[in-house]
């Protein structure tokens, strides 16, 4: 383990071996750090919050702090954070609150750029990317490879489906389906985010019905009952369309449309 002279580490946090902390970085108290994560000089972490393994911190991030919230009354809620995460400088996660089951939670492999900001009580998947000054409001559900562009913003209570891309300055005011490139402010949808499809292994075949889907959802001019009713049908020999499907009734804020 390596710990700066300068850093102040609280007496009851819990640092793997191998944990590095840089210098005039402060780790408070309930603060778990796991096996290879890296923290960088500056950051400022407080608990109650857990971090996985190999997560690297970058300088001046603020992780674990209080919700930014009116209501929140210094409740414990908590911060987890996964795995392989790479946090860059000047990002803010904060902990959860008493309305949001008192959590904010961080899968692995994910990229947050600098000045990023995850909120009290959002979800975030795996391989998500937020580009610089992207941020997500209070209880966003981001799902896996989701990918927010440079100032991109997601409206509290919002979801975000699997493999999803929002263009540069969107704002997302309601629910993102899987697959779908959103763009403009408030969100439209634009089109499929085939480019990142393809990075991921999907073949051209599986590209092809998933852009289907995306006419059957937005060019068929049927009503959304209808729409997923023909997706539902379509993915029982397509299963790529079975993210469309399990998208639909987690849906509380209605679809950009």
């Given amino acids: 383990m390596f710990i700066h002279p300068t850093a102040i580490v609280a007496a009851d946090a819990k640092l793997a071996d191998d944990v590095s902390v840089g210098a005039y970085t402060v780790i408070g108290a309930h603060v778990e750090i796991g096996a ?60 959860g609150t008493v309305t949001g089951h008192g959590i904010t939670r961080i899968g692995n492999d994910n990229l947050f750029m600098a000045y990023s900001h995850v909120a009290h009580d959002c979800i975030v998947g ?15 559900e981001l799902d896996d490879w989701v990918i ?24 997302a005011t309601r629910d993102v389906p899987p697959y779908v490139m959103a763009v403009g402010s408030p969100a439209e949808p634009h089109s499929v985010n085939s480019e990142g499809l393809k990075r991921r292994g999907f073949t051209p ?26 997706l539902t049908e379509l993915a029982k020999t397509q299963p790529e369309l079975q993210l469309f499907v399990d998208f639909m009734p987690r849906s509380q804020r209605s679809l950009i449309r």
Wanted: glycine share 10%; proline share 3%.
């Fill in 36 to 95: 290879g994560t890296i923290i960088g000089p500056h950051v400022v972490i407080n608990g109650p919050t857990r971090i996985g393994s190999n997560n690297h911190i970058y300088q001046f991030a603020s992780i674990g702090d209080a919700p930014q919230d009116k209501k929140y009354n210094g409740e414990p809620t908590e911060l987890v954070i996964g795995d392989r995460n790479v946090i860059r400088e000047c990002c803010t996660i904060n902990r």
């Fill in 148 to 171: 927010l562009s440079a100032y991109a913003g997601i409206h509290q209570f919002c979801k975000v489906g699997a493999h999803a891309f929002l263009g540069n300055n969107a704002a």
């Fill in 205 to 230: 075949e599986q590209i092809r019905n998933i852009r289907t889907a995306y006419k059957v959802l937005y060019r068929s001019q049927l009503k959304l009952e209808e729409a997923i009713a023909q």
């Fill in 126 to 140: 795996n391989k998500c990317i937020l580009a610089n000054n992207a941020g997500l409001a209070g209880h966003v």
